[in-house]
């Protein structure tokens, strides 16, 4: 029942573009956080849902939206790595979950510069990706974009 009334809140949200291999830029991963900040503060489960399942908007183009348990480490929501353990989260010799967990800050946002491929298309291409970071409860959020 709280799903069917939460479910046209979230799609005034939406973004209705599939072409997965575009850039995403700075600006509209700000907007997606902004956007996934609100959802987790309405309801944080169903958030999560739909941040693993790219519904609601939650990949758009390359962006997407990821979280960790900030006491665990373990991700909580990822396209393709949702349950990955802080251990393995590691791209380029560098512990992605440690550097987004330090990082975060409720009601502030910063922005930490990682390697990684791009998830959402496929490509095992190394690229750089700024993460823009926050923290909601007990979770670390983030969208990053791709630099060109």
Do not use: Q, W
């Not at 996934?36 to 849902?49: F, T, Y």
């Not at 979280?67 to 949702?82: Q, R, V």
């Not at 390697?115 to 700024?130: A, H």
């Amino acid at each position: 029942m709280r799903k069917f009334f939460l479910y046209p809140i979230i799609s005034i949200f939406m973004c209705f573009n599939i072409h997965a291999t575009d850039f995403g830029t700075e600006e509209e991963a700000e907007n997606m956080l902004e956007r996934a900040v609100n959802i987790l503060k309405l309801d944080k489960s169903l958030a999560l849902e739909l941040f693993a399942e790219g519904e609601g908007g939650f990949i758009y183009k390359d962006l997407y939206t990821l979280c960790f348990h900030i006491s665990s480490g373990t991700m909580y929501s990822h396209p393709t790595l949702t349950g990955l353990s802080r251990e393995k989260s590691v791209s380029e010799g560098v512990n992605v979950a440690d550097l987004v967990v330090k990082n975060a800050s409720e009601g502030k946002v910063s922005s930490v510069n990682v390697k990684v491929p791009r998830f959402t298309t496929g490509d095992t291409k190394i690229f750089d990706k700024t993460l823009l970071v926050t923290k909601v409860e007990d979770l670390a959020c983030a969208v990053g974009f791709y630099k060109k």
